[in-house]
């Protein structure tokens, strides 16, 4: 089973960037689609981000497109979530969530897009707290 870890949040103005970071422990992390969620204060949880396990496709959401990178590094067991040009919006509590994919299946099942509502994340973090504010 995999452990999730997020860390970097905390207090960002208005226009800033942060780079969250996703550290994954127990599982070789190239098996597993990472995704990135967050939940603003009093919203449903939104998916913002993913990215498959081989690491070819990446998705976002409408609200973060242009603005959040997702990247994967393998050999660290990382995923990051660089985030520029914050706004009020974009203040929630962030989870990381990971998604078994077997190797074997088909490409088109590892690469569909993993923020499809019906994609299940089994694994979570605790999450990390971003707030934009001045």
């Known amino acids: 089973q995999p452990q999730l870890v997020e860390s970097g949040g905390g207090l960002v103005e208005p226009g800033g960037s942060m780079r969250l970071s996703c550290a994954v422990s127990?599982?070789?992390?190239?098996?597993?689609?990472i995704g990135w969620f967050r939940r603003a204060p009093g919203k449903d949880r939104e998916g913002i981000s993913c990215?498959?396990?081989?690491?070819?496709?990446?998705y976002y959401a409408d609200s973060v497109k242009d603005r959040f990178t997702i990247s994967r590094d393998n050999a660290k067991n990382m995923v990051y979530l660089q985030m520029t040009g914050l706004a009020s919006e974009d203040t929630g509590t962030y989870y990381c969530?990971?998604?078994?994919?077997?190797?074997?299946?088909?490409?088109?099942?590892?690469?569909?897009?993993?923020?499809?509502?019906?994609?299940?994340?089994?694994?979570w973090g605790q999450g990390t707290q971003v707030t934009v504010s001045s």
């Open positions: 969530a990971a998604e078994f994919r077997n190797p074997r299946w088909p490409r088109g099942m590892l690469e569909r897009n993993c923020l499809e509502i019906s994609y299940n994340y089994d694994h």
């Open positions: 127990g599982v070789t992390l190239d098996l597993y689609t």
């Open positions: 990215v498959t396990s081989t690491g070819d496709s990446t």
